[in-house]
């Protein structure tokens, strides 16, 4: 999974969350620390401090981890759990530390771990609206959409209650309906990261309704709102992948190599293209994809099944990388690979559990009508 656009809106949230004795520079001159990007966190001068005051630890690892949503670099997830080391241990009582904890283990797919730490957070502090969101963006990945809605419906803000509840439900065989009621919630006052939220969902929304016309709108809403905003890039890209717009899908992707999830985007428009880029942002895809596998990790593992299916033509391996995938994530796009691979493969049973998913909890999706009907 790519960092959810719920991510952003966590860490929108969790920005104006006091803590005790802050520390408040005189001026915008001040420097609270150093931060290059690529620099060993290991040689920064604010280890020291952030260990000893919360108020220094906090927006540090906060930096750390929009670094990371920002540029892809998982490294920075890594500073943010130095940072927080002191922070989050068995003795621990800040509910903002666990709470960022938890966000760095979600975006390292650890979503066990995550809900753990989310408990421990509530414990402290039942009533935090960030650990309940952030539960229910988990529990919907997971595809646990009961858990899900009673996370949503644990937060006290009505606006990102009713965001959090329809787009469960948007999930869970009332697509149309959902997708009516977030057209209602009147965007205006809000916060450009919960903007972009909701149009977000209304694009997703919008794409399983097989209404491209209408989802191509909202992705565009949401990045006006949102420039920065990678999620709903790479949603819009595959859009215009979809109805054969390669050269736009480029133009929207120009300058976003550095970002794994976005390159594939790049790399598929290229071959569609026949460019002769690709040969580049193919050989930095796999070399990417063999780093992760050498940390251990699967943090992209639905791009890799992609890579290997749409980019490499190997339908087997991207089969056991989009089986991998579903072990983690249920995610439609995650339903959506592992079918094409699947079919790709010869061997359409092997998506077995990505079907009798769907139907159990009643998912609509025009992109899946047909592998659905076709036996698969």
Request: with cysteine.
């Amino acid at each position: 999974m790519i960092f959810r656009t719920l991510s952003a809106a966590v860490l929108a949230l969790l920005a104006g969350t006091a803590v005790g004795g802050p520390f408040v520079p005189h001026d915008d001159s001040v420097v609270l620390a150093e931060v290059t990007p690529g620099t060993r966190h290991s040689e920064l001068a604010t280890r020291e401090l952030a260990a000893r005051r919360l108020d220094v630890a906090l927006p540090l690892a906060q930096l750390y981890i929009k670094q990371a949503r920002n540029t892809g670099d998982l490294r920075f997830l890594g500073y943010a759990e130095a940072v927080l080391g002191p922070w989050v241990g068995p003795r621990s009582t800040s509910a903002d530390a666990l709470v960022l904890h938890a966000t760095v283990l979600q975006s390292r797919h650890d979503f066990s771990g995550a809900l753990d730490v989310l408990e421990r957070a509530r414990t402290l502090r039942p009533n935090d609206a960030q650990a309940w969101l952030t539960s229910a963006t988990v529990l919907r990945v997971l595809g646990e959409y009961e858990r899900s809605l009673a996370a949503c419906d644990s937060i006290s803000d009505a606006t990102v209650v009713e965001l959090c509840e329809q787009g469960v439900r948007g999930l869970s065989g009332r697509l149309a309906a959902a997708y009516g009621a977030i057209q209602q919630i009147d965007s205006q006052p809000m916060p450009p990261e919960e903007r972009a939220w909701r149009d977000s969902e209304l694009g997703e929304m919008a794409v399983r309704l097989g209404r491209d016309v209408e989802a191509e709108h909202w992705f565009q809403n949401g990045l006006r709102a949102s420039p920065g905003d990678f999620y709903i890039r790479a949603a819009y890209a595959d859009l215009l992948l979809r109805n054969d717009r390669a050269r736009e899908a480029l133009a929207l992707l120009d300058g976003q190599e550095s970002l794994e999830p976005l390159l594939l985007r790049i790399a598929i428009a290229q071959k569609t293209l026949r460019d002769p880029g690709l040969a580049h942002s193919s050989a930095r895809l796999a070399g990417a994809f063999d780093a992760e596998a050498q940390r251990g990790e699967g943090v992209h593992r639905r791009e890799q099944a992609r890579f290997l299916l749409e980019i490499r033509g190997d339908a087997r391996a991207a089969l056991a990388a989009a089986l991998e995938n579903w072990k983690v994530q249920r995610e439609p796009d995650d339903v959506l690979v592992l079918m094409r691979a699947a079919r790709g493969a010869g061997q359409p049973q092997a998506a077995k559990l990505a079907t009798e998913f769907v139907r159990e909890h009643g998912m609509q999706d025009a992109r899946l009508a047909g592998l659905m009907g076709a036996g698969s």
